[in-house]
């Protein structure tokens, strides 16, 4: 089972940027997608965003446009570039992965990081 280790979380004012990292621990084989999600106090965990081995992109309504998805596979690296930052964005934020398609549920999680934006 792969891990999944999360940083770049903090508080930031509205309107401000953030990057979060999530490294996973080993290669592996094959086309694994991989995504953010994050989960809000009193709200379910909502997918933020997935990106496809070969680098394809898709992103939750509500942020499409100020956030960016990027992979590195051969660092082992998935970033979360987030601009025009809201309250509402204000979440505990996973990088998870799944093999194959997006579409799938995902199979493993990293911990989380918080992500806090002030009025």
């Known amino acids: 089972q792969v891990q999944l280790v999360e940083s770049g979380g903090g508080s930031v004012p509205a309107g401000g940027s953030r990057t979060l990292s999530c490294v996973w621990s080993?290669?592996?084989?094959?086309?694994?997608?991989m995504g953010w999600f994050r989960q809000a106090p009193g709200k379910e965990r909502e997918k933020v965003a997935t990106?496809?081995?070969?680098?394809?992109?898709d992103y939750a309504n509500s942020v499409k446009g100020r956030f960016t998805v990027s992979r590195d596979n051969t660092k082992r690296i998935l970033n979360l570039q987030m601009d025009s930052l809201q309250p509402e964005d204000t979440a505990i934020y996973y990088c998870?992965?799944?093999?194959?398609?997006?579409?799938?549920?995902?199979?493993?999680w990293g911990q989380g990081t918080q992500v806090t934006v002030s009025p």
């Open positions: 998870a992965t799944v093999l194959g398609a997006c579409s799938q549920r995902f199979t493993d």
């Open positions: 080993a290669y592996r084989p094959g086309a694994w997608c």
């Open positions: 990106i496809t081995y070969a680098g394809s992109r």
